[in-house]
């Protein structure tokens, strides 16, 4: 089966939004977003786990009155084997582009491909543990994605998880290149863009520092980043201004 062929720089703000969100059938009618360019339902750290069941309903819902629309859509699993049961809800097919990969290392990423053989999804694996402060991890990360490299849409910065293996928070009132996470996310660019990989950057978690989120996109260009995660309608065209 042929594997979507999508641009990566179509992806704009990526939106992300709970696999429980109650309006989440009014989205995929096309009535809500429309500015969205790509849209990520969350499994993993935006719902409990209890809530799984009922995510799977409500995006199973979502399918039944789904329209055609340009907009990209994708599905965050909670682990491989939620990733299994998301493939199993009828229409998934139809209405998803691929799949954003949680806390993908080197040695898990094999969990997730297995189970996505044979099917037309693209990924978005996310680099947010602990691994990827070391090169050779990100080198030997790098090997294994290169035999699925035409799977491969765009590798995506877990910004906030990786400042918390460092017992940090984002700060308020800068950027996150104003963090020890600036030479890691140079390292990752160092690592993957050579090689013909998209790296996108970390969510901006703060809504009423519009100020602050301009100046880290821009920062985001400089590092060689393309699109950025948004948790806010409002954020998107803060962030596609910049992009534009």
């Not at 719902?47 to 799977?56: C, K, R």
């Not at 491989?80 to 097919?93: D, T, Y």
């Not at 094999?110 to 996505?116: A, N």
């Not at 990786?162 to 984002?170: E, I, K």
């Amino acid at each position: 089966m042929t594997v979507h062929r999508l641009d990566p720089w179509a992806l704009g703000a990526t939106l992300y939004m709970p696999a429980t969100k109650q309006d989440l059938s009014s989205i995929y009618a096309g009535y809500k977003l429309t500015d969205a360019r790509s849209t990520v339902v969350c499994f993993e750290d935006a719902i409990h786990e209890d809530e799984i069941d009922a995510g799977l309903e409500n995006l199973h819902h979502a399918f039944l009155s789904a329209s055609r629309c340009d907009q990209l859509r994708f599905v965050r699993p909670r682990n491989p084997q939620v990733l299994e049961r998301i493939l199993a809800v009828p229409g998934i097919e139809h209405n998803v582009h691929g799949f954003v990969l949680p806390k993908v290392t080197a040695q898990n990423i094999g969990e997730y491909l297995t189970r996505l053989e044979g099917t037309p999804f693209v990924i978005m694996p996310t680099m947010e543990t602990a691994e990827m402060f070391h090169g050779e991890h990100l080198k030997d990360l790098r090997h294994a994605l290169t035999e699925v490299r035409e799977r491969v849409l765009s590798l995506r910065i877990g910004g906030n998880d990786l400042l918390n293996q460092l017992g940090m928070r984002r700060p308020k009132h800068g950027t996150l290149y104003q963090t020890p996470l600036q030479p890691t996310i140079c390292k990752m660019v160092h690592v993957f863009k050579p090689h013909g990989f998209h790296l996108s950057a970390p969510v901006f978690e703060y809504t009423d520092r519009m100020d602050n989120l301009e100046a880290e996109v821009e920062q985001d260009l400089m590092h060689g980043l393309t699109c950025k995660t948004a948790i806010h309608p409002d954020q998107i065209k803060v962030i596609e201004s910049h992009y534009r």
